[in-house]
């Protein structure tokens, strides 16, 4: 029994699934009362169709290229209810039978149980390799199979993937070659603290880069096995010991790659803390140079934080903003920077 059809507007709704799953940024085309127009599946895999009460509609999914839809379609006259589940079922069609793609993923020594995803002419599914690194696929003839395999922890694939076209016969795809990436690593250290938010340049083989440490003063850089790897920090009116650091033909990961920061001759390390907070790590702590800019420095997993300024300078350091707290001091004010200074800590309550 239908029920009445009030002037309101209705939700239909359902999800679009292939072989690999649900199927997101698949077309869906409904026509109600003569007006035709189309929604896309979302992540999901999932559509929404929202019509005016009372009419009527045909929900069809497509465009269909090298799979078939089941249903085909759905038709309801008039729509006077909410509809789910009004879900598409996407299987791909066999034209002159199938074909076997197979490949391998190589360059990395236990390359087994690697997840290597793809789509027949849009439609998701997955597989893994075997023990020697190879895999294989199956589609009908004449699809179009995008191949991306999963790169394993710590390494890179080249490529990253491949897209076959109008698959006729038996193919063998281009191997993907894995390589496996190493870590140099380290910290530094400023007056025997750590210190987050420190410039370190860097070249692998020649090319430049750029890192910095994190809260806990650690940095890392990820390499090929092979590299030549040069690591200097930027070092603004500091001392660095070592000054930098070469590594020539890197073979295993590389701990311990530290280095020790001091003020330099005509400046002065300034430091202090953050206390009464939860987290006090990575925190932005201001500070002013004789009036000038603004400038910001992190702190630390601990809530320490250090800057270097010329000596002879006046410094206002100036605690971040913490919703529901109130720093003491509201800030620190140094005149005339003649030493090092340890004491602009704050306290949150």
């Known amino acids: 029994m239908f ?35 189309s929604v896309v599946t979302n992540e999901f895999g999932e ?8 009419a009527s509609v045909v929900i069809t999914p ?6 078939t839809a089941s249903p085909s379609r759905y038709v309801f006259n008039p729509v006077c209810d909410d509809m789910f589940r009004l879900d598409f079922t996407l299987t791909p069609v066999t034209p002159g039978g199938t074909v076997t793609l197979t490949g391998t993923v190589s360059g990395l020594i236990g390359a087994a149980g690697i997840v290597v995803n793809y789509t027949i002419n849009g ?43 109008n ?8 191997p993907f070659v894995v390589t496996r990436r190493l870590f140099v690593s380290g910290i530094v250290t400023r007056n025997g603290g750590l210190v987050s938010g420190v410039t370190l ?15 806990s003063g650690e940095y890392t850089i990820l390499v090929p096995v092979g590299s030549d790897v040069t690591i200097m920090p930027v070092t603004t009116g500091q001392t660095s010991v070592p000054p930098f650091i070469s590594l020539m033909d890197v073979v295993s990961d ?4 530290n280095f020790a920061l001091s003020a330099a001759t005509g400046f002065a390390l300034v430091e202090g803390s953050l206390s009464g907070l939860t987290a006090v790590d990575g925190l932005p ?40 707290f109130t720093p003491t001091p509201p800030n620190v004010t140094i005149p005339n920077v003649t030493a090092p200074i340890n004491t602009a800590n704050f306290t949150y309550a």
Do not use: H
């Open 167 to 174: 698959v006729t016969t038996d193919t063998t795809i281009p």
């Open 201 to 215: 340049n860097y070249t692998v083989d020649g090319v430049p880069g750029v890192t910095t440490t994190d809260a």
């Open 62 to 67: 497509g465009p269909l290229v090298g799979v």
């Open 285 to 324: 702590v201001s500070y002013t140079v004789n009036g000038g800019l603004t400038q910001t420095v992190m702190t630390n997993a601990s809530g320490f934080y250090s800057f270097v300024v010329p000596l002879a300078t006046a410094v206002v350091v100036t605690p971040p903003v913490q919703a529901g």
């Open 3 to 37: 029920r009445n059809c009030m002037p309101e507007v209705f939700t239909l709704s359902g999800v679009v699934s292939g072989v690999g799953g649900p199927v997101a940024g698949f077309t869906v085309f409904y026509c109600f009362d003569g007006i035709n127009t």
């Open 254 to 257: 590389m701990p311990g790659q």
């Open 47 to 54: 559509y929404f169709i929202r019509i005016p009460a009372c």
């Open 123 to 165: 439609v998701p599914g997955t597989t893994t390799t075997d023990l020697l690194g190879r895999y294989s696929i199956t589609a009908p003839v004449g699809s179009t199979v995008v191949i991306t395999p999963v790169a394993p922890a710590g390494a890179t694939l080249t490529p990253t993937t491949q897209t076959i076209t």
